[in-house]
């Protein structure tokens, strides 16, 4: 024993202290890296690139206080060398602190801070920015020592690190990119950074920026929202993983699997040996359909015609624009940054604006200054002209790089800061310093779409303006505050997710309709009269008749579709509606033949879609009650609130507005008495319900938002189908609202059981039987005056004796009509504003495209796919294929799905001429546009009217013989501008067949 206990302590000595100081083991991640995409071409359209990342070890030991100032130093460092870190704080670095974000982007920020129980989040909600920088301030532990605009800095570190505080083992990243100067301080004064790395590591890159954001998206950070899904999959919370567009729909194969290096370490922390590696993995490379160049030409084009068309407006040649308006959306859209006016040198133009902007501001009352943003208030100030100038504006743009003066302009703009600056703005348009994308006037948006007609590829898919992903990787933290909170939607796909009417472009539907039908042939003639009076009021008018008073005379197919004639497509509406003396026929009719063409459903297409809807009575009502409906179950508490003390209001007008008396009587003799009865009982009812309408309310919509959260589309489908059979079209809207009485009644009928019964036993019996008997005693003075009303007198006289022995019955009645008007109140506010009506006038609107049609352009552009090979309908693809690095085998997209179009060859025939009329006679709408393009093109234009705006659609195909092409063009409020989508589309087809040739 002495002999082992001596090896142990002597001999052995040594051997075992190194083995228990090695023996502490420590997992090193390793990213994987995420899969190439590329174009159909080859084209590198998404790449990763080796950039330099900041990281902060959670397992090294330190005070709070000293962490503090290390994160301090840290960020001068960064900051010095024109680096930033990770700060996803939705409320503003410098003092006001301001929320830069929407309140429900706070709501879930909020979801990622340290708080006791959810009524405590909920109350931070309400909480002003600074009451909640003084909130985290508390619950980090920040010291007292530090400026509010430190403490900023702080909490967005500890934001950061409080997503880890269950992993301490692991490492939190602090920036998405440093430049090679920080990096190289860090490693050289390492020991004044404890805990603090720099590693390399990949970061995604994208080209083509703009150009490809719609499509391909962008990756970013695990959201706390994001983190449970991703942690199931074996993700670790510092990857990044695909937040929109193809990078998060083929998340699952871009993913490159991280892998590990177990470690052992000594004491120190220092590494002593490897134990084990796992290779991290590559994920799959995709191949797209999107031909990049393409792509970039679309997205030029849209860009340019779109600056044309501003250029007209401001030119006063066309629907006037003034310079102020310009600058003003440039402010509304975050293009003038008042992030960047704050950190302005003095001596600028920006600081000299800020510096007004802060005096405006602390003049303000308080309550108000907490109600108002700073871009709020600078948008006040230049629209009424007391803070700043027009010349201003611009010389603060050049200053933040938005747009490029020259010396000259900027001498003259200094010299003189007084009057307007269209000339200015014109030039810069011109130039293309100033783009569509950086205002926010119209028109200066729109989407294009290019796709191959026989196998449903997409080349070319672009939704104007947009977002740049570059700087969502990049700059995630200052860049998404200024993307979301934009008004013009930028990470909405316009092409994919927009749904609009589609005008003239519906009318090739409608005649295919008409030609298989029979109702017409392509060379039957109808004449236009200008105004169709076979649909009902208002009437419905041909655009010629209603633009100069003249109309298009006779009419056949082809000339139809080249000068683009309404009334013959109301004619045709209406002889599909006389073909069946079924309701609604017609607009079944379209609905087959939609289908047919692709556009009753989404194009099947690897990104989210809009659900399109061709107009039809169960379509329209559906679109309509759901849209109320959904309007009702997302109202804020407040408007709640408000809607049940305008329900209670009215129930308070009367809930008896007449009762049942069992007498013999003419109609208007009957109605006098029963209201007669109801108002004599109403004070008694109200007595009673008022004090308990709020409560009874409150638990009935509580009841309402379960059950049709429980399944609201079922209950929608019933309601419709019941008011479609066979339905009159002037009873569609009563018969709905019965069908959700009787189904609400049911809901509630516990509810309401229960507080009548307190009702009916509070009510004073004898007054009720007084108010019956004062009736029937009235009722009989007036009989019995009457010779020929003696039978009926006495039938009177033996109800008045047996009114007391009817009192259960009278209350029966009383309850029925109070359950019956209460639910019918609750009906009609639900349905308020909400059109359920369908008339011819409807249907043969809906025949040019209007009704209830609404598409997007990809679903547009199948149809035009479809119409253009004449066979089948294919669905739609972005992706050709995609090569597995850990199968090493390239898997080539399956073919899409493709559905026979069954139509005649004739019908077919007939409306490829049609839309060859429309490029290549005279008369025909786009002939001016594309007549000397030397390619034979079938197109078609259309203009869809919203509100006080009109959007422009040009769809079309190429070459006309043989098509290979189709094309759809939609740019959004053009007004009387639509020309410009006819420019967009000469470009893009003449840049097709360029790079053919």
Not at 182 to 187: D, E, S, V
Not at 359 to 388: H, M, Q, R
Not at 654 to 674: H, R, S
Request: hydrophobic letters at 35%.
């Amino acid at each position: 024993m002495i002999f082992e206990f001596y090896e142990l302590q002597i001999i052995k000595h040594h051997y075992y202290v190194d083995a228990l100081n090695n023996s502490i083991q420590r997992t090193i991640h390793i990213p994987g890296i995420r899969g190439t995409i590329y174009d159909r071409n080859g084209k590198e359209v998404a790449t990763n690139k080796p950039v330099y990342v900041i990281y902060y070890n959670l397992e090294k030991q330190t005070s709070i206080e000293e962490k503090h100032k290390l994160f301090i130093q840290l960020e001068k460092v960064v900051e010095k060398n024109g680096d930033s870190l990770i700060d996803e704080v939705p409320i503003s670095k410098q003092s006001p602190f301001v929320y830069t974000s929407s309140k429900s982007q706070v709501r879930n920020f909020l979801y990622g801070v340290p708080y006791d129980t959810d009524l405590q989040r909920e109350e931070l909600e309400t909480y002003t920015a600074e009451e909640l920088l003084n909130y985290l301030k508390k619950r980090f532990k920040i010291a007292d020592t530090y400026t509010m605009e430190e403490v900023r800095k702080l909490i967005g570190i500890e934001y950061e690190l409080y997503a880890y505080s269950y992993k301490q083992y692991e490492r939190v990243k602090l920036s998405d990119e440093v430049s090679s100067q920080t990096t190289l301080y860090l490693q050289e004064q390492s020991k004044v950074f404890p805990g603090i790395t720099v590693e390399v590591e990949a970061r995604r890159t994208y080209p083509y920026g703009e150009a490809l954001s719609s499509i391909l998206g962008y990756t970013g950070k695990i959201t706390s929202v994001q983190s449970k899904n991703y942690i199931s999959k074996g993700y670790h919370l510092w990857e990044d993983v695909g937040q929109m567009g193809l990078e998060k729909s083929l998340e699952a194969s871009l993913h490159g699997e991280s892998g590990e290096e177990v470690i052992a370490v000594n004491q120190k922390g220092q590494r002593a040996a490897t134990l084990n590696t796992k290779e991290a993995s590559t994920g799959a490379s995709i191949y797209l359909t999107i031909d990049a160049d393409l792509q970039l030409a679309t997205y030029k084009s849209i860009e340019k015609r779109l600056s044309e068309a501003i250029i007209e407006r401001l030119s006063q040649k066309s629907n006037p624009l003034t310079s102020k308006e310009v600058l003003c959306s440039i402010i509304r859209c975050n293009t003038l940054q008042i992030a960047l006016m704050q950190q302005a040198s003095e001596g600028t133009m920006q600081f000299d604006i800020y510096q007004r902007l802060m005096v405006a501001y602390n003049a303000l009352d308080p309550v108000i200054a907490s109600t108002i943003s700073l871009k709020d208030l600078l948008l006040e100030g230049f629209s009424n002209g007391t803070l700043v100038k027009e010349k201003e504006i611009l010389l603060a743009l050049n200053e933040q790089k938005v747009i490029s003066l020259s010396l000259k302009q900027m001498s003259l703009l200094k010299s003189n800061l007084e009057g307007t600056t269209e000339d200015y703005i014109i030039t810069l348009f011109k130039s293309g310093s100033l783009k569509p994308s950086q205002v926010d006037v119209t028109p200066s948006s729109g989407a294009a779409v290019i796709v191959n007609v026989k196998t449903g590829e997409v080349l070319s898919q672009v939704s104007y303006p947009t977002y740049d992903n570059n700087q969502m990787v990049s700059s995630f933290s200052e860049y998404w505050p200024i993307v979301n909170s934009d008004s013009r939607s930028l990470l909405w796909n316009r092409s994919m997710q927009t749904l609009k009417a589609p005008g003239s472009t519906f009318k090739m539907l409608t005649a295919i309709a008409g030609l298989e039908e029979g109702v017409i042939t392509p060379e039957d003639e109808i004449l236009d009269e200008g105004i169709y009076k076979k649909a009902g009021v208002p009437y419905p008018k041909c655009w010629v008749a209603n633009t100069n008073g003249t109309t298009h005379g006779k009419v056949n197919l082809k000339k139809a579709l080249a000068v683009s004639c309404n009334y013959y497509f109301y004619e045709v509406a209406m002889r599909l509606e006389n073909l069946s003396k079924k309701p609604f026929d017609v607009a079944n009719i379209f609905s087959y033949y939609g289908k047919k063409l692709g556009l009753d459903h989404v194009t099947g297409i690897e990104l989210e879609e809009s659900e399109p809807c061709i107009s039809n009575p169960s379509a329209f009502l559906n679109r309509q009650l759901k849209t109320a409906l959904n309007t009702y179950q997302g109202e804020i508490a407040e408007n709640r609130i408000k809607r049940i003390q305008s329900v209670k209001e009215i129930m308070r007008q009367g809930m008896l507005n007449e009762l049942p008396i069992d007498f013999p009587m003419d109609t208007e003799q009957a109605k006098y008495y029963k209201q007669r009865l109801a108002l004599a009982i109403e004070p008694m009812v109200q007595k009673e319900l008022t004090p308990i309408y709020e409560e009874l309310l409150i638990e009935i919509y509580k009841t309402i938002d379960l059950r049709l959260k429980e399944n609201a589309s079922l209950f929608i489908e019933q309601w419709i189908e019941k008011a479609l059979i066979g339905a009159d079209t002037k009873k569609i809207e009563i018969t709905i609202k019965q069908s959700m009485v009787a189904d609400i009644q049911t809901w509630v009928r516990e509810i309401l059981d229960a507080h009548l019964d307190d009702v009916q036993d509070a009510m004073n019996n004898d007054e009720i039987l007084d108010a019956y008997e004062t009736t029937y005693t009235q009722l009989y003075r007036q009989l019995i005056r009457n010779s020929d009303k003696k039978e009926e007198a006495n039938v009177v006289k033996i109800q008045l004796q047996r009114i007391k022995t009817l009192k259960n019955n009278n209350f029966e009645d009383i309850l029925l009509k109070i359950r019956q008007n209460m639910i019918n109140i609750i009906v009609n506010d639900l349905l308020d504003g909400v059109e359920l009506k369908w008339s011819d006038g409807i249907t043969v609107r809906s025949a040019i495209g209007q009704g209830d049609n609404v598409f997007s352009p990809m679903q547009i552009a199948r149809y035009i796919a479809a119409i253009a090979n004449g066979k089948y309908m294919c669905d739609l693809t972005l992706v050709k294929g995609m090569y597995d690095y850990t199968k090493a085998t390239y898997y080539t997209q399956l073919d899409t799905k493709k559905t026979p179009l069954d139509l005649k060859e004739e019908t077919i025939l007939a409306i490829h001429e049609g839309m060859s009329a429309v490029t290549s006679e005279p008369n025909g709408t786009a002939y001016g546009m594309l007549k000397d393009l030397g390619i034979s093109i079938a197109a078609k234009t259309g203009t869809a009217e919203e509100g006080n705006h009109a959007h422009s659609w040009f769809v079309g195909f190429a070459p006309t013989d043989n098509p290979e092409m189709a094309v759809v063009v939609t740019l959004y409020d053009t007004d009387r501008l639509g020309s410009y989508g006819q420019e967009v589309a000469k470009d893009l087809i003449s840049c097709y067949f360029k790079q053919k040739r």
